[in-house]
């Protein structure tokens, strides 16, 4: 796994390295100016990053979303001395929150969420959620229809409702492969579930499925997208 460090505090930088050696990662790039941090971004992609929020010339969080905008699927891990910056770094996309001094015990959980993470995308069968403190791994055949919900998703299954935090674009790309659609920029559906689809007001759609009883709205430009996409199955 290659590894971004960025952070203004040398201390701070020195025992995070040393953390993630002791979790055999090695491969490591650290960088006490992000605008030094920025330059290598240009020639390098990580597995994950692990940001200063508070650092002068440039936040972590805006360094956060230039990395996300260059490779979406880089994992982003944000530390801190205050915990007044948790909201704004999950919204950013944070995987990881660590309050400085940093524990090791919570770097290797973040560090296994991760690798969690890297195997369900590879191999694309289900979908780590929650209820309460349940763990779940959902089927993705299960799935009616999935929707964002501020910092992470709800997956709608026959029983349950089920949360994880994972961006809707995250999801919609590990099921590109799949009978799924984005028919709002909040909801994707899962198309062999549908029962019937209803055109209503400002030409949207409410669709409706097998077994259970709610149905979701379309945006007006899902709609007409879901309508050229169904055309197209049914040639």
């Known amino acids: 796994m290659k590894a971004l460090i960025v952070d203004d505090e040398k201390l701070a930088l020195s025992r995070l390295k040393r953390v993630l050696n002791e979790n055999n990662i090695f491969d490591i790039f650290e960088f006490n100016n992000p605008l030094e941090a920025i330059k290598e971004l240009s020639k390098t992609k ?8 508070s650092m002068p010339n440039f936040s972590g969080l805006e360094l956060a979303e230039l990395i996300l905008n260059i490779e979406p699927k880089t994992f982003i891990v944000f530390q801190t001395a205050y915990e007044d910056y948790a909201l704004d770094a999950f919204k950013k996309g944070g995987i990881g929150y660590l309050l400085k001094p940093i524990d090791s015990l919570e770097v290797k959980k973040i560090l296994e969420k991760i690798y969690l993470y890297k195997e369900e995308k590879k191999i694309s069968k289900k979908i780590l959620g929650k209820v309460s403190n349940k763990i779940y ?32 674009s995250d999801i919609e790309e590990l099921l590109q492969d799949r009978d799924f659609f984005r028919v709002h920029r909040s909801y994707i559906v899962n198309v062999d579930k549908i029962k019937s689809v209803k055109s209503v007001e400002q030409s949207k759609l409410e669709i409706y499925f097998d077994d259970i ?3 979701i709205v379309s ?12 055309d197209r199955k049914t040639i």
């Open 219 to 230: 945006s007006k430009d899902g709609a007409k997208d879901f309508r050229e996409y169904l």
């Open 46 to 53: 990580f597995d994950v990053a692990f940001l200063d929020i």
């Open 213 to 215: 009883e709610e149905f």
């Open 137 to 168: 791994l959902v089927e993705i055949d299960e799935i009616f229809y999935i929707k964002a919900d501020l910092y992470e998703i709800m997956i709608r299954t026959k029983d349950n409702f089920i949360y994880a935090k994972k961006k809707i």
